[in-house]
């Protein structure tokens, strides 16, 4: 694993990129990202390089199938008529 010497920074946690597929995307799968994003920090103090390397993966893997989800879902919404902006309801 690169960087997981004395001193090293921790793997990335993805925390901005799990809000963001949360708010504007699909919110369960990015709940999901959000999950492994808090664990990354953590597991990387308590010495589990590990565990904070897969939590990171993991972390990335959920934001980006989210977001996915999201570009998908969103138009296909809007196309079939899910949201009627003429009427005013959803």
């Given at each position: 694993?690169?960087?997981?010497?004395?001193?090293?920074?921790?793997?990335?946690?993805y925390?901005?990129?799990?809000?963001l597929?949360?708010?504007?995307?699909c919110?369960?799968?990015g709940?999901?990202?959000?999950v492994?994003?808090?664990?990354?920090?953590?597991?990387?103090?308590?010495g589990d390089?590990?565990?904070a390397f897969?939590?990171?993966?993991?972390?990335?893997?959920?934001?980006?199938?989210?977001?996915?989800?999201g570009?998908?879902f969103?138009?296909?919404?809007f196309l079939s008529?899910?949201?009627?902006?003429?009427?005013?309801?959803?």
């Amino acid at each position: 694993m690169p960087g997981t010497g004395y001193g090293a920074p921790p793997p990335p946690n993805y925390l901005v990129w799990a809000i963001l597929s949360a708010v504007l995307c699909c919110t369960p799968l990015g709940i999901v990202s959000i999950v492994f994003a808090a664990q990354v920090n953590g597991k990387w103090m308590a010495g589990d390089a590990q565990g904070a390397f897969t939590a990171s993966r993991r972390a990335r893997t959920w934001a980006i199938a989210a977001a996915v989800v999201g570009l998908i879902f969103v138009p296909i919404a809007f196309l079939s008529g899910i949201f009627d902006a003429s009427s005013g309801s959803m």
